[in-house]
């Protein structure tokens, strides 16, 4: 299984928490994507053309350091739902997506770039498609990111130095005795 960085780990916690998930067992991407990343109180859009076959990223800074950040942030979160998908953590449910969207509000004097193939295909396939997560993602990020052979080499390990401990008590009060 795949580690994951604690930003990766943070983004599927917001993910698998989100309400219209828990209760309905799917969400859209795109409410995922606005709630999370991309609504008012971001400061950063998506833009998805698929006619064009491009995906582009709007930005209300033109400082150069926020503008990176914004990237990388962006980067990570599509990379991470390539990857996941991948390891069949998560299913896209729908048809490629055939419209024009925006997530989030367009800055037209802010900075717009068109995002490198990958991230672009992986958006204007994927917008407006439901994400239904795995059991096996739900139980992944409700362990903590701990595997099943984890959480059990660590009940081991707690149970064996409790032996251990009792082993010595009664070692010690053999001898006083």
């Keep these: 299984m795949r580690k994951f960085g604690k930003e990766e780990q943070s983004i599927l916690k917001k993910l698998v928490e989100t309400d219209v998930l828990r209760n309905e067992g799917m969400v859209l991407l795109d409410v995922f994507l606005e709630k999370n990343f991309f609504s008012n109180e971001y400061s950063k859009s998506i833009l998805v053309?698929?006619?064009a076959r491009k995906a582009q990223l709007s930005m209300s800074s033109?400082?150069?350091d926020?503008?990176?950040k914004e990237i990388i942030e962006?980067?990570?979160l599509v990379n991470l739902l390539i990857d996941i998908e991948k390891l069949g953590l998560v299913s896209f449910i729908g048809d490629e997506n055939q419209v024009?969207?925006?997530i989030g509000y367009q800055y037209p004097k802010g900075i717009t770039i068109d995002l490198v193939s990958p991230l672009s295909i992986f958006l204007y396939t994927k917008i407006g498609n439901f994400i239904l997560p795995s059991e096996g993602l739900i139980e992944l990020v409700d362990n903590d990111f701990?595997?099943?052979e984890e959480i059990r080499h660590n009940e081991t390990m707690y149970w064996t130095r409790f032996a251990i401990f009792i082993a010595i008590v009664i070692g010690v009060i053999g001898i006083f005795t």
């Design 49 to 51: 053309d698929p006619n």
């Design 100 to 102: 024009k969207n925006a």
């Design 66 to 68: 926020e503008c990176r």
């Design 146 to 148: 701990m595997s099943t």
């Design 62 to 64: 033109s400082d150069k």
């Design 74 to 76: 962006v980067t990570r």
